[in-house]
């Protein structure tokens, strides 16, 4: 025969359970983002707030391509880091250089009748350094970085138009060098 006692003693039960299975779920909730590895922190060193780029040597024979690349690097810079571009050695806390050292260019697709190319890719090559003017050490040294970009003549692309596409590129691979390891 049930009790008063024992019919209350079910939901009692039921609304503890509920109030642990809670406070777990939240202890979990706030312990989770350092056990799986999440933070807040910035990608980016904190300790650089200014950056003076050099203009990229170009090694190859096909010119324009370190203007693109140092144009596109700048803009970078200044919309995806926290930092800023200064021109002058004594304002800047640290200096990226860097040297195109290969811009080849391939056939991706070949017309079946002609044997002629319907798409083009080009690929550009650069060797970049990243160094802390107050302390003098590499943040980023020697490290090469390749991008590419395809074009067809159908679409009224050519060379220009697809290297300056590889120097965005480029200039975001760049960017992602920037970012402290994890």
């Known amino acids: 025969m049930k009790t008063a006692e024992n019919t209350n003693e079910y939901p009692l039960r039921f609304i503890r359970i509920v109030v642990l299975i809670a406070a777990v779920t939240f202890c979990l909730a706030l312990s989770g983002c350092g056990m799986f590895g999440y933070s807040d922190d910035s990608l980016f060193p904190r300790d650089v707030a200014t950056v003076r780029l050099e203009m990229f040597e170009n090694q190859t024979f096909r010119r324009g391509t370190e203007y693109e690349l140092s144009d596109a690097l700048a803009k970078r810079i200044e919309a995806d880091t926290p930092y800023k571009i200064v021109?002058?050695?004594?304002?800047?806390?640290?200096?990226?250089?860097?040297?195109?050292?290969?811009?080849?260019?391939?056939?991706?697709?070949?017309?079946?009748?002609?044997?002629?190319?319907?798409?083009?890719e080009v690929e550009v090559q650069a060797v970049v350094n990243w160094k802390n003017l107050k302390t003098g050490q590499y943040l980023v040294e020697n490290k090469t970085v390749k991008a590419a970009a395809s074009y067809t003549s159908y679409q009224n692309q050519d060379f220009k138009y697809a290297s300056a596409l590889a120097a965005n590129k480029l200039a975001e691979k760049i960017i992602e060098l920037m970012e402290t390891e994890w």
């Open 87 to 120: 021109t002058s050695d004594h304002r800047a806390d640290t200096v990226i250089s860097g040297r195109i050292t290969n811009i080849s260019e391939s056939g991706l697709s070949v017309e079946r009748e002609l044997g002629g190319i319907l798409e083009r």
